[in-house]
């Protein structure tokens, strides 16, 4: 029968220690002993009250405390440790993924966070595939990150139509937006198509291996800008092909002496003669580049056709066998006489022998180009006159006869 303080020591909580002072018989729960018939049962939990009264403070020993221990000292038991119950993965606005844990107690965290635009980076690499201008590509992908900005978890079809629609792709892809404007009015055309970048790039490349292989002028249909229209008009690169051919077999059946002119005169090549017949509008402005640091200041398109109009009267010289140099063949086209140009030279053709043996015989110098400066009224003109009808006096006085030379043989190539 427990005494009277026993029993106390048994109501606040330590009624198996009550038990085991009587009976010390060691029970085996694995510990060690230090001495006979003891068991280490490792450090006890206790409760520290302060020496001023108050509640006390629980300390967790290395097993549980007793049933009612809590309760006999009147302090209220710890919480039960906090346990995970389950975790989310959410995202939120900007690709940015947040891993949440949730705890039995009721709280949360943030035990994770990363960047997921994968759909975004999808989109973009159809771009960097399609071999794009890394700068557009950088265009891109801040309206990509647009996207993200305003969308918590967006589509890669959501991120390409709004990429389709954006002003960098219009720009870039210029010719799409007319073909869809095109089909859009109903005056869509047989080919008509949009095309995917890829297929929009590998044309343009088309177009330009085509023009390199036929060794066309520098900045010649070289930009994206110059390829344009020609995919707008759904112009295959069978077909562009078929028209640079085109016009280099025109300027091959044209004229040798006009071909050579336009050489001998302006330094133009045949791929630049090629340029402008495909294209003046075009090649225009490369040919003017060209010129600006020479002499002949091509500078419009009037200057190109006159370019061409004096290549064209030094191919009636050069028919005739005839040396015409560029400043002649200009001042006749200037004066709007290209149109009598090639009878005046083949007069002064046939009248070559004459005059080179006239100025030989009288020591003046006198060839065709005389002849011509003074049927056509050109520069020189007056003083070549003069002459030549000096030396017809001349040869009339001595032979007594009409002069190859004289007035009458000249009177229907004069412009009086």
């Not at 085991?20 to 694995?30: E, K």
């Not at 490792?42 to 409760?47: C, N, R, T, V, W």
């Not at 055309?189 to 023009?211: A, C, F, H, Q, V």
Request: charged share 25%.
């Amino acid at each position: 029968m427990p005494n009277h303080y026993e029993q106390e020591f048994r109501d606040l909580g330590f009624g198996s220690i009550m038990d085991f002072l009587r009976d010390p018989t060691p029970i085996d729960l694995g510990g060690s002993t230090t001495e006979p018939g003891f068991v280490d049962y490792g450090q006890a939990p206790s409760i520290t009250f302060p020496a001023g009264g108050g509640p006390g403070t629980f300390t967790p020993g290395d097993y549980d405390p007793p049933p009612g221990f809590f309760q006999a000292n009147n302090v209220p038991p710890p919480a039960p440790p906090r346990t995970l119950t389950s975790t989310q993965t959410k995202r939120t606005y900007g690709g940015v993924v947040q891993v949440i844990a949730y705890y039995s107690d009721g709280s949360q965290e943030v035990i994770d966070s990363y960047t997921d635009k994968s759909a975004g980076e999808d989109a973009a690499a159809i771009f960097r595939n399609a071999g794009l201008d890394p700068a557009f590509v950088d265009r891109l992908l801040s309206t990509i990150d647009q996207v993200y900005a305003a969308n918590i978890d967006p589509s890669e079809g959501q991120i390409l139509n709004t990429i389709y629609n954006s002003d960098a792709y219009k720009q870039r892809f210029k010719a799409n937006e007319a073909i869809r404007q095109r089909i859009a009015d109903g005056q869509g055309r047989p080919g008509d198509r949009m095309l995917s970048p890829k297929e929009y790039i590998d044309l343009e490349n088309t177009y330009r291996t085509t023009l390199q292989q036929r060794s066309m002028p520098e900045g010649f249909y070289d930009s994206p800008d110059d390829f344009t229209n020609l995919i707008a008009n759904s112009i295959s690169a069978t077909e562009f092909a078929s028209r640079v051919d085109t016009a280099a077999s025109a300027l091959n059946q044209a004229d040798p002496s006009v071909v050579s002119s336009l050489q001998n005169f302006y330094n133009l090549t045949k791929s630049d003669l090629v340029a402008y017949l495909l294209d003046p509008t075009r090649a225009e402005p490369i040919l003017n580049a060209r010129a600006s640091q020479s002499p002949f200041g091509l500078n419009s398109a009037d200057e190109l056709q006159r370019i061409y109009s004096t290549s064209e009267v030094g191919g009636m010289a050069g028919r005739q066998g005839l040396g015409v140099g560029r400043e002649m063949a200009e001042e006749i086209v200037d004066l709007g006489k290209a149109d009598r140009a090639d009878e005046a030279f083949q007069f002064a053709g046939a009248a070559e022998p004459d005059l080179q043996r006239l100025g030989s015989l009288y020591g003046e110098p006198l060839d065709f180009k005389d002849l011509v400066k003074e049927s056509l009224n050109l520069t020189g003109g007056v003083e070549s006159g003069r002459r030549r009808r000096k030396f017809a006096s001349r040869e009339r006085a001595a032979f007594s006869a009409e002069s190859a030379l004289d007035s009458s043989s000249l009177r229907r190539m004069q412009d009086v």
